[in-house]
């Protein structure tokens, strides 16, 4: 056992049973994930365990089934989608995946993904950022005298395209 070679100023703390600690991380680990992503990662987790009873598959993740899994949801969603979709059932599945695989975000083989983002991937269509002539066309076309609400509108509008400098940012 490894001494402190110095007396610490630490304040003297009780020890804790084995099954306090036990109880005690277990809710860290519940609160690790924002409820979001737990309801996201409950959805893939949910996905996947239906893929497998559809397909007589044991639930146990191997690279086997999770390339089928791949594979098949390939075809009925963005291929893009697909890693968060592997995040979730890895991380719901972290306590039955061998020690080797556990924190990987990912157990299949990289290239698998590839393939299905060149097979079946569809390009992403953007909307076009605003431009000062689009600001200039909605400020020209609003009802004359301004109403308090247009006003609003406007100074939103016009602070989020200056002040966030067109990042996405607004909704």
């Known amino acids: 056992m490894i001494r402190a070679c110095q007396p610490s100023r630490q304040p003297t703390r009780q020890p804790w049973t084995l099954e306090r600690l036990l109880i005690e991380r277990s809710v860290l680990l519940g609160l ?3 409820k ?5 990662y409950s959805s893939a987790l949910n996905s996947y365990l239906t893929f497998c009873h559809l397909h007589h598959f044991d639930p146990a993740p191997t690279i086997d ?3 089928f ?4 949801m390939a075809q009925h969603i ?3 989608s697909i890693r968060s979709y592997l ?3 890895t991380s719901e599945l972290e306590h039955i995946l061998p020690p080797h695989s556990r924190g990987s975000p990912v157990i299949c083989r990289h290239s698998h993904l590839t393939w299905c983002h060149r097979r079946f991937s569809r390009p992403i269509h953007q909307k076009s950022p605003l431009t000062k002539d689009h600001l200039l066309r909605i400020y020209n076309s609003l009802p004359r ?4 609400d247009d006003v609003l509108f406007s100074a939103i509008l016009l ?3 200056y002040g966030l400098l067109r990042l996405g940012e607004m909704v």
């Not at 979001?36 to 996201?40: D, K, M, R």
């Not at 005298?145 to 308090?148: G, I, K, L």
């Open 145 to 148: 005298p301004f109403s308090h």
């Open 65 to 67: 089934t999770l390339s």
């Open 78 to 80: 963005e291929p893009r």
């Open 32 to 34: 690790a994930l924002d």
């Open 69 to 72: 899994y791949i594979t098949f």
């Open 87 to 89: 995040s979730g059932i």
């Open 36 to 40: 979001s992503t737990s309801a996201a």
């Open 159 to 161: 602070s989020g395209f």
